[in-house]
């Protein structure tokens, strides 16, 4: 599943930044320039996927 970032506005003008499909700090990389943007955290909370790492696997064939 490709990132997604989510950003809802309440009727007072409050917003809240969502990341979907990254885990790890990859979601702070992804929200961060939008948080920069729109004037810093007041709070932040973090899903369950922000405890899992994020890792590539890369497969290698040798011939033998």
């Known amino acids: ?9 309440d009727a007072n ?8 499909g990254s ?3 990859d979601c702070l990389s992804l929200t ?5 943007a729109l004037g810093g955290v ?7 996927e922000y405890r899992q790492t994020s890792h590539q696997t890369n497969q290698v064939h040798l011939n033998q």
């Open 1 to 9: 599943m490709n990132p997604e970032i989510i950003i809802n506005v």
């Open 13 to 20: 003008g409050n917003f809240t930044i969502e990341a979907k």
């Open 23 to 25: 885990s790890g700090g």
């Open 32 to 36: 961060q320039p939008l948080e920069e």
């Open 42 to 48: 007041d709070n932040r909370k973090f899903k369950p």
